[in-house]
């Protein structure tokens, strides 16, 4: 019975999800590589809001500037999530 239920703890988590988001880059925090997004409507993940995202891997967030509008990909893994292939897109 014990080694059923280890078993089962072991169990493979479904692999992470991906969403595309658009906004607006609001804050930059050097430090923590997170940026401050103002996106709209991402997936079924999440509403339009403003909230801190984290950025991976280090060279996306050096691309970033407060105002930039941005195309990207959210990956979200159960209750981890970051902000990943960002396309800096022109002003309308």
């Keep these: 019975m014990l080694a059923l239920l ?9 692999p992470p999800k991906r969403y595309n988001m658009q906004g607006e880059i609001k804050a930059l925090d050097a ?7 103002d996106a709209g409507p991402i997936g079924d993940w999440m509403s339009a ?13 050096a691309k970033l500037h407060v105002g930039d509008r941005i195309e990207a990909t959210v ?3 159960d209750l981890k999530y970051y902000v990943t292939e960002i396309k800096v897109v022109p002003k309308p």
Aim: with cysteine.
């Design 31 to 37: 430090a923590g590589k997170n940026a401050t997004i």
């Design 49 to 61: 809001m403003t909230m801190e995202y984290p950025i991976k891997p280090d060279p996306e967030f």
């Design 75 to 77: 990956v979200v893994n």
């Design 6 to 14: 280890l078993a089962g703890c072991g169990a493979k988590q479904p």
